[in-house]
């Protein structure tokens, strides 16, 4: 089992940042990717960024150029810097892993963190 808790999210103004943190606790061998989704008001909970162990990234268009995951594998840790913050990336943000046991790939999410972003 994999437990997910995230940090760091808060209400900043357009144009300011913030930086997420996740930290992955319990019993587990290791984790394969980890990364980022939101869910805005009466909408999907969608993909913001994601990042493998190995530490290839992926990253969904709207964020391009402004937000950079990272990760320390030894902490157990995924980052979510965000820069340039805009109004419409005000959501609840989760925390997410996953790891392959025996063929099967579990997922594993966190309870969320909300980013409040004013023009």
């Known amino acids: 089992q994999v437990q997910l808790v995230e940090s760091g999210g808060g209400s900043v103004q357009a144009g300011g940042s913030l930086r997420l943190s996740c930290v992955a606790s319990?019993?587990?061998?290791?984790?394969?990717?980890m990364g980022w989704y939101r869910q805005a008001p009466d909408k999907q909970r969608a993909l913001v960024a994601t990042?493998?162990?190995?530490?290839?990234?992926d990253y969904v268009d709207s964020v391009k150029g402004r937000f950079t995951i990272s990760r320390d594998n030894a902490k157990n840790t995924v980052y979510l810097q965000m820069n340039s913050l805009k109004p419409e990336d005000t959501a609840v943000y989760y925390c997410?892993?996953?790891?392959?046991?025996?063929?099967?790939?579990?997922?594993?999410w966190g309870q969320g963190t909300q980013v409040t972003v004013s023009s």
């Open positions: 990042i493998t162990s190995g530490g290839s990234t």
């Open positions: 319990g019993r587990f061998f290791s984790i394969n990717s």
């Open positions: 997410y892993a996953d790891q392959r046991i025996v063929g099967v790939l579990y997922d594993y």
